[in-house]
């Protein structure tokens, strides 16, 4: 990857494959990610891959401007951890970036807020880009209480480490009630959402805007992503689904890159 490319991206891509994949899949769809878009003047585009194939991600995608990262890291440094994966292991294997209290290892893990808030910042001292994932649930919406609850994921961050933590960082706002449904959140509500996440993160850094891109994720597809990645405060998208097709990840990537301008 082009460290120029990881500076001066105005959106970010992100695929997250989940737990999806084989050697032979992952080799046909890495080869079309780079075949259609390597070198995207306006856009990062990220590939974050299950533990196992992160020697693949590497062999494939170094020396091209994809970069790969993980889904997930241990907030311990090293020791009697059975399971877990160090940042340190990451970087073994080039990862620049690691997904992050995504709510279905949240909700299935049982991890809570200030757990998700020390692997972020294993993440920053390992010079892992943090893709923090935050959302509330459809009883959230409805309730009214959305902006509490991701105020309080971020709080959780800045209380214990300053609102400087996330420069460089990536927050990826992905309501609920919207991933693997098909239904994305409309614009208004995204736009909304970000806003808040933005005038947040500028209030408690002293009114100086954090270099943080806030994507947008929750069943991003090729038909909606210009009409979201269009959004003020929207950087690009957490992709889940759509990753998994080369054609339908590449009309997203193009949908972000169209959208810089």
């Given amino acids: 990857m082009s460290p120029d490319m990881k500076k001066t991206a105005q959106k970010f891509v ?33 590939v974050c891959v299950p533990y196992p194939y992160l020697a693949q991600a590497q062999s494939l995608l170094q020396g091209t ?10 907030k311990n440094e090293n020791g009697p951890f059975t399971g877990e994966v160090s940042a340190q292991m990451l970087r073994d294997f ?38 923090l994932c935050v959302g509330e649930t459809l009883i959230e919406r409805e309730a009214g209480v959305m902006e ?11 209380d214990l480490y300053g609102a ?18 098909g239904l994305a959140a409309s614009p208004e509500q995204a736009k909304a959402m970000h806003k808040f996440i933005f005038d947040k ?14 994507l947008y994720g929750g069943s991003v597809n090729p038909q909606n992503a210009l009409q979201l990645f269009a959004v003020e405060n929207i950087d690009g998208g957490l992709i889940g689904k759509c990753s998994l097709s080369a054609q339908e990840f590449e009309g997203i990537c193009q949908a972000a890159e169209s959208s810089v301008g």
Wanted: proline content about 2%.
């Fill in 94 to 131: 080039g990862c620049e970036y690691v997904i992050l209290g995504h709510s279905e290892r949240a909700t299935a893990y049982c991890e809570s807020d200030e757990n998700i808030a020390q692997k972020f910042m294993v993440a920053k001292q390992h010079g892992i880009t943090p893709i």
């Fill in 201 to 214: 993160l500028t209030q408690a850094n002293g009114a100086q805007k954090n270099s943080v891109k806030i």
């Fill in 65 to 74: 401007d994809i970069a790969w990262g993980a889904q997930n890291l241990a």
């Fill in 14 to 46: 992100i695929a997250n494959w989940k737990m999806h994949g084989n050697f032979e899949q992952n080799q046909a769809l890495l080869n079309a990610y780079v075949s259609k878009l390597n070198g995207l003047k306006d856009t990062q585009v990220v």
């Fill in 164 to 181: 400087d933590v996330f420069n460089d960082a990536i927050v990826s706002y992905e309501p609920i009630w919207a991933i693997g449904t």
């Fill in 148 to 158: 509490l609850k991701v105020g309080k994921q971020l709080d959780t961050i800045i």
